[in-house]
Nanobody
Framework: QVQLVESGGGLVQPGGSLRLSCAAS????????IGWFRQAPGKEREGVSC????????YYTDSVKGRFAIARDNAKNTVYLQMNSLKPEDTAVYYC????????????WGQGTQVTVSS
């Protein structure tokens, strides 16, 4: 069964850190572009970060540059999103997705993990 499962979300104070994990089953992540997206209540989904299949390209939306880092562990078939210096505006449901062709049309999506940044 093809599946992406996110984990690592939770409640954290402003300035804190979380590491999100995106674990794949039923397929190998190493040939896919992996993207992280988020959606806050009442807002559209936005792309946060992505990593190419060869790990030679990463992207970050402006609001997270310098604070978030994406990384892949092919041995664990997992992609991580390290989130530091978290702000209340980072509060959202975070999703990972896998794109085989590089067209931007993601083939598989996870169910999401909630990140809440609040004091």
């Amino acid at each position: 069964q093809v599946q992406l499962v996110e984990s690592g979300g939770g409640l954290v104070q402003p300035g804190g850190s979380l590491r999100l994990s995106c674990a794949a089953s039923g397929f190998s992540l190493d040939s896919y572009i992996i993207g992280w997206f988020r959606q806050a209540p009442g807002k559209e989904r936005e792309g946060v970060s992505c990593i190419s299949s060869s790990d030679d390209f990463t992207y970050y939306t402006d609001s997270v540059k310098g604070r978030f880092a994406i990384a892949r562990d092919n041995a664990k078939n997992t992609v991580y999103l390290q989130m530091n210096s978290l702000k209340p505006e980072d509060t959202a449901v975070y999703y990972c997705a896998a794109d085989k062709s590089g067209s931007g049309s993601y083939d598989y999506w996870g169910q999401g993990t909630q990140v809440t940044v609040s004091s």
